[in-house]
C-alpha cells in the first residue's frame, strides 16, 4: 500500500508537465479516446511520445486503458485525485 504522501507526489509529478495535464484534461472531456487521436490533437508530438506520456498518467492511476481491437481507447480516473484533494483541504486549512 502507497502512503498518502507517496500518492500525492506521484500525482504532481504525473501532472506537473503540461502536456499531460492537457492529455488528461482532453481524456476526461471525452472519455474512449485513441492515443492517434490523442496524438493529432498535440502540436507536433508523436503518437510514441503521447503513449509514453499516457504510461506516466496510467503509472499514477490517473487514466485507465482499454484494448478495443488494434487500438487502445483511454479513460480517466477522477477518483485517483483524491490523495492529491486532501491534501490540498489540509493545506489550506492548516493557513499555508
Given at each position: ?14 501532472l ?8 488528461f ?10 492515443t ?40 480517466a480516473e ?19
Amino acid at each position: 500500500m502507497t502512503s498518502p504522501d507517496l500518492q500525492v507526489d506521484e500525482l504532481l509529478r504525473a501532472l506537473a508537465d503540461s502536456t499531460r495535464r492537457a492529455l488528461f484534461r482532453a481524456i476526461a472531456v471525452q472519455p474512449g479516446l485513441t492515443t492517434s487521436q490523442l496524438a493529432s490533437r498535440t502540436s507536433g508530438m508523436t503518437r510514441w511520445g503521447v503513449m509514453k506520456h499516457l504510461a506516466v498518467l496510467r503509472g499514477a492511476g490517473l487514466i485507465q486503458t482499454l484494448p478495443q481491437g488494434r487500438q487502445r481507447r483511454h479513460f480517466a480516473e477522477p477518483a485517483a485525485l483524491a490523495p492529491l484533494r486532501q491534501w490540498l483541504a489540509a493545506a489550506s486549512s492548516t493557513g499555508g
